[in-house]
């Protein structure tokens, strides 16, 4: 297996812009999450999917961000309109009920 | 919410020392998992325990769920270059109807080892 596999690998954009990150979990995993990471606060827990259904969206942080799950295979994190503030590593993972996650390499995003 | 308290922050050992970090807890797991980010990549999982007191190795590395279910420890044994990289404490706690499995990770303790 492929692993989760995400992309754009880096994506630089310009204040306001929209951008969408995309993530293709592994075969067979039904959880699906996605992550931002930060020196300042770490890995947060953005929204999560069990069975392609949002099951906890509290860590989005605002309207800003809105991600979907149109199928067992895809899903999409976006935001618009992007702020600088919004640069981070996004690492989508997926896992099987409640085994172990698997990480993607992660979207290196910089808003200029 | 919850939250993992991870310490140390950072750590700089020569190469075939030691080393320990630990993860506290505000409130209790089911599920305690160490991964271990190298740079560019995402966290790969290196060792997974799930009931409280259990102890478990995987190489040179041992992790144990503490008996309170609040917190668990790291240990590498001989610590090779290799072993460079940030390592990451999280917890999972299922709730009741078994669909949520949400992992709180801790900020990572960044491990250097000189040769």
């Known amino acids: 297996d492929a692993g989760v596999i995400q992309s754009p690998r880096h994506e630089v954009t310009e204040m306001g812009q929209e951008v969408t990150l995309r993530c293709k979990p592994i075969?067979?995993?039904?959880?699906l999450f996605w992550y931002r990471q930060t020196m300042m606060r770490g890995l947060e827990l953005l929204i999560y999917f069990n069975n392609n259904v949002p099951i906890d969206d509290s860590g989005m942080p605002e309207d800003r961000f809105s991600a979907k799950m149109p199928n067992a295979s895809f899903s999409t994190l976006k935001i618009q309109p992007s702020e600088p503030r919004d640069s981070a590593v996004y690492f989508c993972a997926s896992s099987f009920e409640d085994s172990e996650a698997f990480f993607g390499q992660g979207t290196r995003l910089t808003v200029v | 919410g919850q939250q993992l308290n991870q310490s140390p922050q950072s750590m700089f050992i020569q190469e075939g020392e030691d080393v320990s970090m630990n993860c506290t807890s505000s409130s209790i797991f089911n599920t305690w998992l160490w991964y271990k980010q190298d740079p560019g990549e995402g966290p790969v999982l290196l060792i997974a325990l799930y009931k409280a007191g259990e102890l478990t190795s995987n190489g040179r590395l041992t992790a144990q769920f503490g008996i309170t279910r609040k917190d668990s420890f790291l240990n590498i044994s001989a610590s090779i270059p290799s072993d460079v990289g940030i390592y990451f404490c999280?917890?999972?706690?299922?709730?009741?109807?078994?669909?949520?499995?949400?992992?709180?990770f801790g900020k990572g303790t960044l491990l250097t080892v000189n040769p």
């Open positions: 999280a917890g999972q706690l299922r709730n009741s109807g078994g669909s949520n499995y949400k992992l709180t």
């Open positions: 075969s067979g995993h039904n959880s």
